[in-house]
């Protein structure tokens, strides 16, 4: 099956260019002329790898990449025409896996999607992220070790974060930011105070077993492969 890729960039000029490259490598493409549609696709699309300018009509690529970093592991590649913007842009504050500058060559752009593709094969096993999880993402579910969890919304979110990068370390900044989509996450209580009520739920279920991971100071983590 081809590799499809996601082409995010207003100049169709640009865009025009980036399909044409690709598709004679052999990769399918989409495209999309603004960031608005992005988290949807990911949803319903199996999307390999993101190609996004940074200068989108309607949202900023860097505030996109970040959003997406929140839920999916997808690698991204940032166009951009901006050369000071690159240190911002594969830090790891923003979790961009490569970035080219306009103007570049079809031949460049090929070579920098197979090297990031190469690089992020292991994300695609089909192995799951940790046998011991099921998500269930049109139900807001998730089962451990084969039983439903019973989960806030916000819950949900923070457990569900873990297992899209496991072994990943999520600050509580980041954790906390998950909450911003969930107006019920009442806020006055701390990532921590949630953290503690999640632990709760899977130890009532396996006692023996702790899978995530405080990070002193930093944050949490989920356990690979328990
Ligand atoms: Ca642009």
Redesign the pocket.
């Known amino acids: 099956m081809k590799a499809k890729i996601l082409i995010v960039?207003?100049?169709p000029a640009i865009a025009d260019a980036i399909q044409y490259a690709l598709e004679t490598e052999g990769f399918d493409t989409i495209r999309r002329s603004s960031g608005s549609e992005v988290p949807f696709l990911l949803a319903k699309e199996s999307i390999r790898l993101i190609l996004l300018?940074i200068?989108?009509p309607d949202i900023s690529g860097l505030e996109l990449c970040k959003h997406i970093r929140k839920t999916h592991d997808t690698p991204i590649i940032f166009l951009t025409a901006r050369t000071e913007e690159i240190d911002r842009v594969v830090g790891l504050e923003i979790g961009a896996d490569d970035y080219i500058t306009k103007p570049f060559s079809p031949r460049e752009l090929t070579a920098r999607v197979k090297a990031v593709l190469r690089r992020t094969e292991h994300f695609h096993a089909d192995a799951p992220a940790n046998p011991d999880f099921q998500v269930n993402e049109s139900k807001c579910r998730i089962t451990y070790c084969g039983r439903d969890l019973d989960l806030s919304r916000y819950e949900y979110r923070i457990l569900q974060t873990f297992l899209s990068r496991p072994g990943h370390v999520f600050t509580r900044n980041q954790l906390m930011d998950l909450a911003w989509e969930e107006p019920e996450a009442s806020m006055d209580r701390t990532v921590d105070a949630h953290i503690k009520n999640i632990r709760a739920k899977l130890k009532a279920i396996r006692p023996d077993l702790d899978p995530i991971l405080t990070h002193r100071g930093v944050g949490y983590s989920l356990k690979e492969g328990l």
């Open positions: 960039e207003d100049e300018d200068g989108l």
